[in-house]
C-alpha cells in the first residue's frame, strides 16, 4: 500500500468536524432523529462558499416542497410505502422543472422522518425545522473557511510567463537561423496552465460572495486569447520558403519581447517598439522573387499578429510591479 497516495484534505476534515458538531447540537436540543443533522451537513459541505449558500437555498426550497407533498399525500390519502412511491414519482419532475433537484436527497430525509411519524403534527415539522436549521447552519459556518489559494495562482502565473518567454526564445531562434530543433512541448504546458490557473482563479471567485470576478481571472484570460494568436502565427513562420534580412530585425523584437513577458501593464513599450519595425520594414527594398514576397508577407502578417496579441495585452489593468521591470511587456 502506498500511503503517499494516502491524504486528508481540508474539505474532508471540515465534513468530518462539522457533521459531528451538528449531530452534537441537535443531541443537546434533544431533537428526534437527531442523526439525521449529521446527513444534511455533509450534504452541503461544498467546494466554495458560493456553492455551500446555493446548496443550502436548494436544500431548503425542496425540503419545503416535499412537506407539501407529504400533506397532500400522506395525509390526503395514507402513510403506505406505495404513495411514498407516488410522490417521488411526481417530486422528482418538480424540483427538476423547479432547477432544485440538488435539494432531492435532503429532502427525502425530511420525508422519510414524516412517513416514519405517521402524523404531520405542528411538533414533528419543528423538530424538522430545527434539523435543518442545525444541519445547514452549521455547513454554512464550517464552509466560510476556505484555505488561501493566491500561492497557487502566483506559481501558475509565473509557470505561464516563463513558458510564454520560451516560445518567443525559440520564435526568434527560428527567425534568426531558419531552423530550430524545438519539440513544442511548452506549447501544451502553457495549455495546461492556462486551464489550471483559470478553473483556480474562477474557484477563488466562488469564494468570496460579494466578488464576481478577479484580477487572476482576467489575466489568465488574458492570456488564453494571447495564446490563440501564439498558436496562430507560429504556422506562419515555420512556413517562411527562406530566411531573408526582414526576418532578422523581427527576430530581435521578438529576442527582446522574450525576455521581458511579464503580468504588468506596459505593452504599449512593445507596441512603440514594433511600430518601429514596421517603419524599419517599410524603408527595406522591395523583394525580388516570389520566395522573397512570400516570405516578406508572411511576416508582415505576423507582426500584425504581434500588436494584437500586445493590444490584448493592454487591456488587462496588470498587477503591481517592482520598478525594475517597468520596462517589461
Not at 516563463?162 to 518567443?168: G, M, N, R
Request: aromatic share 12%.
Amino acid at each position: 500500500m502506498d500511503l503517499r497516495k494516502f491524504r486528508i484534505g481540508y474539505r474532508t476534515l471540515k465534513t468530518a468536524v462539522g457533521a459531528s458538531i451538528a449531530m452534537l447540537i441537535a443531541m443537546y436540543l434533544d431533537l428526534d432523529y437527531y442523526s439525521s443533522a449529521f446527513i444534511l451537513t455533509v450534504l452541503c459541505i461544498q467546494p466554495t462558499k458560493r456553492k455551500s449558500v446555493r446548496a443550502v437555498y436548494a436544500r431548503i426550497i425542496s425540503s419545503v416542497i416535499g412537506v407539501g407533498f407529504a400533506f397532500i399525500f400522506f395525509e390526503g390519502i395514507s402513510y403506505h410505502p406505495l404513495v411514498f412511491g407516488l410522490i417521488l414519482v411526481l417530486f422528482i419532475p418538480t424540483l427538476v422543472s423547479l432547477k432544485f433537484q440538488d435539494g432531492f436527497v435532503s429532502s427525502v430525509v425530511i420525508l422519510l422522518h414524516l412517513f416514519d411519524a405517521k402524523s404531520l403534527s405542528l411538533s414533528l415539522l419543528w423538530n424538522e425545522t430545527q434539523l435543518m436549521a442545525v444541519g445547514f447552519g452549521v455547513a454554512l459556518v464550517v464552509n466560510m473557511y476556505m484555505p488561501s489559494i493566491d500561492k497557487d495562482l502566483k506559481k501558475y502565473r509565473l509557470d505561464l510567463e516563463a513558458l510564454y518567454s520560451k516560445i518567443f526564445h525559440e520564435i526568434a531562434l527560428y527567425l534568426r537561423n531558419g531552423d530550430s530543433d524545438w519539440d513544442g512541448n511548452e506549447l501544451v504546458q502553457a495549455a495546461e496552465v492556462i486551464e489550471k490557473g483559470k478553473a483556480l482563479a474562477y474557484q477563488d471567485v466562488e469564494n468570496h460572495l460579494n466578488r464576481r470576478q478577479n484580477l487572476y481571472y482576467l489575466y489568465f484570460d488574458m492570456r488564453e486569447q494571447q495564446f490563440e494568436i501564439i498558436e496562430r502565427v507560429l504556422p506562419k513562420i515555420t512556413a517562411l520558403p527562406v530566411t531573408i534580412s526582414h526576418s532578422h530585425h523581427v527576430g530581435e523584437f521578438i529576442e527582446d519581447l522574450a525576455n521581458h513577458v511579464h503580468s504588468g501593464n506596459t505593452a504599449n513599450t512593445f507596441i512603440s517598439k514594433l511600430d518601429d519595425v514596421k517603419e524599419e520594414f517599410s524603408k527595406m527594398p522591395l523583394p525580388k522573387d516570389h520566395d522573397n514576397f512570400l516570405a516578406m508577407a508572411a511576416l508582415y502578417q505576423f507582426i500584425e499578429e504581434m500588436e494584437q496579441y500586445l493590444r490584448i495585452k493592454r487591456k488587462f489593468v496588470g498587477f503591481k510591479i517592482k520598478k525594475k521591470t517597468a520596462s517589461k511587456e
